[in-house]
């Protein structure tokens, strides 16, 4: 329609509340139980820079030499999405 705009305004995110949750199923199929968060962006610290962070893409794998499980994230700056970092947290 003539003088409506289409555009979508984008969400606003309070990155400083966002985290890392974990989920729990017995099948892929569900049904899933949130676990908790394992992550928070208070836990992230990275030297010489400061959050807030965008943690994305979380996998948790285990380590069979260390007996521990190892969480591996993507871990951005809100404007600066294309220098993330491989990070790990045991």
């Not at 139980?33 to 820079?49: D, K, S």
């Not at 499980?69 to 294309?82: C, E, G």
């Amino acid at each position: 329609r003539k003088g409506v705009s289409n555009r979508k305004t984008p969400p606003t995110v309070d990155y400083l509340t966002q985290g890392i949750n974990c989920y729990s199923s017995a099948s892929l199929a569900g049904p899933w139980r949130f676990e908790g968060t394992i992550l928070r962006q208070q836990h992230v610290v990275v030297p010489g820079l400061r959050g807030p962070w965008i943690m994305q893409r979380p996998k948790v794998l285990f380590n069979p030499r260390t007996r521990q499980f190892v969480l591996w994230f993507h871990l951005d700056q809100p404007k600066q999405h294309y220098q993330s970092h491989r990070s790990s947290a045991v």
